[in-house]
Antibody, heavy 120, light 110 residues
């Protein structure tokens, strides 16, 4: 059974760096083709894809946020970490991590999400 | 990368069929057969309903079907049920080696 869970601060001040951790079970990020992605959703708004890391440490980033994002993995801990620099109130959102199947470019399993509020 | 365009809302009566469109460009929807659809109930995480344009994950009702023509993908829900009332998002892989989601569609069962 594949599960993912996001963790991190619930309140962040503007200009700070946000660090979110996705802890997963039920799969290995060393398995060929597997990936873990991050997606966010501002309150009442649409989903926005942020980043993805592959089993081979390949990384993809949203073109519009690339300069502010970094994604890393710790295969031994079954964790993926997303950092976002220079946080702004518009970054207030629920942040989800999700498992990307090895046989498809879709996100089949999602975490419950974690709400991050950016405010001074 | 601009969001894929979806109608803000679609409604139908129980038992009817509805179709949600998802319009992109040749650099995303039109260029790849990697369109997915997600259902999201209020306060919940999205749930994968369709992947690779028209494939259904195990456990998803066959009332849900997907298709694509040119730069527009579509999700059809047949035999509409009360439990189908939710927000729906399309997503596509893009030529920029990234993903893009749609603007979202609220489905209301009348």
């Amino acid at each position: 059974q594949i599960t993912l869970k996001e963790s991190g601060p619930t309140l962040v001040k503007p200009t700070q760096t946000l660090t979110l951790t996705c802890t997963f079970s039920g799969f290995s990020l060393s398995t060929s083709g597997v990936g873990v992605g991050w997606i966010r959703q501002p309150p009442g708004k649409a989903l926005e894809w942020l980043a993805l890391i592959y089993w081979d440490d390949g990384k993809l980033y949203s073109p519009s946020l690339k300069s502010r994002l970094s994604i890393t993995k710790d295969t031994s801990k079954n964790q993926v970490v997303l950092t976002m620099t220079n946080i702004d109130p518009v970054d207030t959102a629920t942040y989800y991590c999700a498992h990307r199947k090895s046989t498809s470019l879709s996100f089949a399993y999602w975490g419950q999400g974690t709400l991050v509020t950016v405010s001074s | 990368q601009s969001a894929l365009t979806q109608p803000a809302s679609v409604s139908g009566s129980p038992g009817q069929s509805i179709t949600i469109s998802c319009t992109g460009t040749g650099s995303d929807v039109g260029g790849y057969n990697f369109v997915s659809w997600y259902q999201q109930h209020p306060g919940k995480a999205p749930n994968l309903m369709i992947y690779d344009v028209s494939s259904r994950p195990s456990g998803v009702s066959n009332r849900f079907s997907g298709s694509k023509s040119g730069n527009t993908a579509s999700l059809t829900i047949s035999g509409l049920q009360a439990e189908d009332e939710a927000d729906y998002y399309c997503s596509s892989y893009t030529a920029s080696n990234s993903y893009v989601f749609g603007t979202g569609t609220k489905v209301t069962v009348l």
